[in-house]
């Protein structure tokens, strides 16, 4: 019976373990190739996104091997409540990834003007060892102004590994 219980408990606290798991962290970066920023407004908070435009594409390189974000918003039409749009990831000739988003209004607006603005929409992307070049092309039939923010995760610090190693019997002298 004691075997079971400690069993029982040993499984638990290792379940638990398993789905407190660290979440991944991100930072904001700006790409290399930005376009027009601006500030999306929400109450007192301001979050710097980057302008795209309908037929027109957004590049960036990363360094991987590493995650990258992309969260998108678009700038919803006088009259339209909801309505959808595309987002793809390009690299080269290679879509890497694409998602269809539908669009419903938030609470952020820009620069304090009657447009609203949509809900975040997010596409993450894993990158592979090395230097990438990846396009962003955001496509839709009702909407011609988009934003995005990008984020990349966050590199984690290995902290250093000391010895306690220390040589007793080293007595070479070194002459300059």
């Known amino acids: 019976m004691k075997k079971t219980a400690s069993l029982f408990l040993a499984l638990i606290f ?11 962290q991100y930072r904001v970066f700006k790409p290399s190739g930005t376009g027009e920023s601006v500030f999306l407004k929400s109450g007192e908070k301001q979050h ?14 990363v360094v991987g091997p590493t995650k990258v974000k ?3 918003r678009a700038e ?4 339209a409540k909801e309505g959808n749009y595309e987002i793809q990831v390009w690299e080269g000739d290679h879509l890497v990834e694409g998602r269809k988003a539908a669009a419903k ?6 620069d304090s003007q009657v447009e609203r603005i949509g809900v975040a929409r997010t ?6 060892r090395g230097k990438h070049s ?9 909407y011609s102004m988009f934003y995005a923010r990008f984020y990349q995760e966050k590199k984690k610090i290995k902290k250093a ?8 019997d080293y007595k070479k002298q070194v002459t300059l």
């Open 76 to 79: 919803l039409v006088p009259g």
């Open 105 to 110: 209004s938030s609470a952020l607006m820009l």
């Open 134 to 142: 990846y396009r962003v092309w955001i496509t839709s039939d009702k």
């Open 48 to 61: 710097k996104y980057f302008l795209i435009k309908k037929g027109t594409s957004f590049g960036f390189e």
């Open 70 to 72: 992309i969260r998108t």
């Open 161 to 168: 590994e000391y010895s306690a190693f220390k040589p007793n």
């Open 14 to 24: 290792f379940v638990s373990g398993v789905s407190h798991a660290a979440k991944t």
């Open 123 to 128: 596409v993450t992307i894993k990158v592979p």
